[in-house]
């Protein structure tokens, strides 16, 4: 699949946002302590796209209520679902001058559509030695999940199945989806909000 920007501003992959707080101590910190003495870009990307994805736990499997949503609060409670997992690998790859967009997919909530959908948040990052975008899905493996790093060929959590009515969306985001944005600060349990409540549609 082809990927298109939002906007042709390679800058705007870069700001600091609410939800991507990389300029708080928090933030700094740990990209100080992932990354010390790291210089190669694709190095920066791996390391950072494997903690979020295998340190920070997806809030569902561990059966959490909280739900988090900014980058400081996901690394602070080390849990957040795949919208507040992207803002966090948004924020430390930033925080290191690394563009890195927000993308989505309308998946079934099951394995099957008669289980409704929900759209699926995961991230984008531009890469400038190779001068490409490439996806990076960092939700968290589990049996029948297995997201990994690779620069050729795409290995993301969902494969998306076109004959259930699911959809890979092409756009890279400069910033959140506001509706993902929205469902996470309006909603106060995380098992609640995420069997009724995750938004359906981009």
């Known amino acids: 699949m082809k990927l298109i920007c939002e906007t042709?501003?390679?800058?705007?992959?870069?700001?600091?946002?609410?939800?991507?707080?990389?300029?708080?101590p928090l933030i700094q910190d740990k990209a100080q302590e992932l990354f010390a003495n790291k210089s190669n870009k694709?190095?920066?990307?791996?390391?950072?796209?494997?903690?979020?994805?295998?340190?920070?736990?997806?809030?569902?499997d561990i059966h959490s209520t909280?739900?988090?949503?900014?980058?400081?609060?996901?690394?602070e409670?080390?849990?957040?679902?795949?919208?507040?997992k992207s803002n966090l690998l948004?924020?430390?790859?930033?925080?290191k001058g690394i563009p890195t967009?927000?993308?989505?997919?309308?998946?079934?909530?099951?394995?099957?559509?008669?289980?409704?959908?929900?759209?699926?948040?995961?991230?984008?990052?531009?890469?400038?030695?190779?001068?490409?975008?490439?996806?990076?899905?960092?939700?968290?493996?589990?049996?029948?999940?297995?997201a990994q790093f690779s620069l050729n060929e795409e290995k993301l959590a969902f494969p998306v199945r076109e004959y259930y009515g699911e959809i890979d969306y092409p756009v890279i985001f400069s910033k959140p989806n506001e509706k993902t944005i929205k469902t996470l600060k309006e909603n106060t349990n995380c098992i609640n909000m995420y069997l009724h409540n995750l938004p359906n549609e981009l």
Do not use: M
Not at 9 to 21: I, R, S
Not at 66 to 75: D, F
Not at 77 to 84: K, L, Q
Not at 116 to 144: M, P, Q, T
């Open 8 to 24: 042709n501003v390679v800058e705007e992959y870069l700001l600091e946002l609410e939800e991507v707080d990389y300029n708080h």
């Open 101 to 146: 967009g927000f993308c989505y997919q309308k998946l079934t909530i099951g394995s099957t559509p008669d289980t409704g959908y929900c759209i699926h948040g995961l991230n984008a990052v531009y890469i400038r030695s190779i001068d490409r975008w490439i996806r990076l899905d960092a939700r968290g493996n589990k049996e029948g999940v297995n």
């Open 66 to 75: 909280r739900i988090t949503n900014k980058a400081t609060e996901v690394l």
């Open 42 to 60: 694709i190095e920066i990307i791996h390391i950072a796209f494997e903690f979020v994805r295998d340190v920070i736990s997806h809030s569902w």
């Open 90 to 95: 948004a924020a430390l790859l930033r925080s």
């Open 77 to 84: 409670h080390r849990e957040g679902i795949c919208y507040a």
